[in-house]
């Protein structure tokens, strides 16, 4: 027993948890086979160390008191569970050597680093949502509460607890394995475990605000995780890759924020507040992943960049035209618009701020890209190297209006204001569309909808872009960007409200490139009185046709969801229908939506009739039964006729046919056409 | 968080079992991500003092050799505790003697 002052036995038992919990775990999943259960039966021990020490105090070897309580935990489950699948007899004997079996496996100290790779392989597995893998593996292989997790990533306690158990429960549901992959899936399956371990480095790196140690505590947890896989994968050079990486980077971090919490760029960091412990031990990775070979990854690529830098004694000594080789090489293996970004920075850099320019011209129209502030504020830099100040000063202050970082939106505003006052050139965008938005004129319905479409050109294009420069390749631009793939009807709308923008400024040629967009699916406009009229008077209506229109009339209820109505949905004493999900499996005309639906004395007189003592099966029945060769759904037929439930198509067909003569088009209307606009009724 | 920790001499000499047992536990701790550094020092060294203008350089060894380092590791670790547990492993493959564990700002 250890006496003297010591901390508070909860830290203590709390810090040798943390230390051993991925071991134990490890090794309770190979003894139980289900991770869930092994984390249970592993947190049984650590809540018996929370109730013993105290009392009997710390023990001499705090891990090794645990890892043997958690293993006994897990022996007596195993006991427990074989004894109620067999006979007491039989159970002596095969307990017995059970028991010799699990024994020698634990003496097998080899396993152990395995089934922590396994273990990790199993968190990260594919078949997991990337922030279920994230939380599961903070979990299991850092040992970290759900309190922790949860501060770590901004989320509440309840959110980690179901991410965690919804993980588990899908590991098992899905039978994933507790094995190393093998080699056809190793690359696969690696590729998920760096990007876990990566994805948590980022989450603490990115993390600017100080008040929460948890956040930044994830940087330390991803680089214990990358130098623990580097000694159990050595041959892996990505792993190595991913480890060099993290550990230069988290070499910057003293140095990457100024006295008052604001980003300060690479170029401009005091290189005497690197951490040269972790840039040698990032060198040291990478010299371990050129030594594993292959062809280098995006990690290894990314570390490479980052060893360019951490070698330049000064920003001015930095190596660009090595960088930009090693991100055109990046941009092949992972061409996201982010490395794509880097990558004309660096070509900005080694070969002049034109080329890096053009490249990022390229980029304006990626919608990934479209809010995202680093594009702005990297085009200020270039255009500002070519002295196009006036262009520099609206890329910054659109990427100050773009960021969410409030440290980071005053940078942006100084590197605007140190371009000086901008040459007077007139009006610009966004006084403009206040103005235009404030006009007396517009009713709040149309000053929405426009507002949205200025809002967007704004964040786009910078609200001190002058009107005078605006030009239609511009807007052309924002409208693909952003509406590129919207419905006609919205493209169509944003148009409209461009055009009335660019009347209004006397700019009529801004949405010269906009073409104006078929709506292939009108509105239906309801059908108005004197047509319904005429409807309802119409000679010899068949009863089933009368009863599905007037009870469209009525109930407002769309077409689909009324002809997938049962008998048994009905409340004819209340004039109403309830339609549950439907129980019987997928099916045509019965929408997985809840139908309620109510109608009025039209339809109520019709009802009876129509469905002439029947109680159960569709409401609105075919003609015909099914020919042979057909086999609808059971849920489409009349278990009593033997008939199927009238189709959409024949429905309308039938609607078409009588309404013809009504029609001046003599097209016939369409069903939908009888639902009542709400405001009308 | 980074902790060094730091040890005196002790009195009884290395056998081969604490050899093994130390390389063991310096391997566990790199590959945990524990360990960042770690070494050991010279007995005595050079001592260099300032008083005023003036600087002395004195060579070992020093009357108080008991209350030198012998060793060092630099570790990163979550927590104080941590840091301690870390510590009492040590102690555990070492025997008898003295290990001081401070927290490392900076840099």
New interface residues.
Partial sequence: M?VGVL?DVH??V???W??ESAKIVASLTRMVRDVGLAEELAQDALVAALEQWPVSGIP????AWLTTTAKRRALDHLRRAQRLERKQEQLAHELGQRQDRERGADARAEDE?HDVLRLVFLSCHPVLPTEARAALTLRLLGGLTAEEIARAFLVTVTVITQRVAAAKRTLAEEGVPFELPDGDHLAERLSSVLEVVYLIFNEGYSATSGDDLMRP?LC?EA??????LA??APGEPEVHGLVALMEIQASRA?ARTGPSGEPVPLHEQNRG?????LIR?GFTAMLRAREAGGAPGPYMLQAAIAVCHAQARSAEDTDWSQIAALYEALARVLPTPVVRLNRAVAVGKAHGPRAGLDLTDALLADPVLRDYHLLPSVRGDLLAALDRFDEARVEFRRAASLTRNAAERAFLERRADELGAAAPAGPVLGEAAEEFLGRDDLDPATRRSYGQTLRRLRRALGDQQPLASLTADQVTRVFTTAWGEAAPATWNRHRAAARSFGAWASLDDLTAGLDRRTETRPRARPLDPAQLDALWSLPDLPLREETLWRLLYESGAGVTAVLSLNVEDLDLEDRRARAATSTDGPSRARPRTRLRASWRSGTARLLPALLAGRTRGPVFLSDRRPGPARTPEAADLCPDTGRRRLSYERAEYLFKQATRPLDPARAGYTLRRLKQDPRDC | MRYLMTTKPSDTAPDEKLYAEMGRFIEEL?????L??TGGLEPGGVRVTSAGDEITVTDGPFAEAKEAVAGFA?I?V?????A???A??FR?IVGDGESVVQQVF??
């Avoid at chain 1, 680089?223 to 623990?228: E, N, S």
């Avoid at chain 1, 507040?273 to 412990?277: E, G, N, P, S, Y």
């Avoid at chain 2, 790199?30 to 524990?34: C, E, L, P, R, Y």
């Fill in positions: 250890i901390p830290r203590t709390d810090a040798a943390k230390l001499d070897n705090p891990g680093p505590g330390l680089l214990r995780l990358g130098r623990l000694e159990l003293a507040r690197w951490d040269q412990l031990r | 790199t590959a945990a991500g524990v960042l550094a630099l990163e979550r927590s104080q505790e941590e301690i547990e870390l009492r492993r555990r900076g840099p």
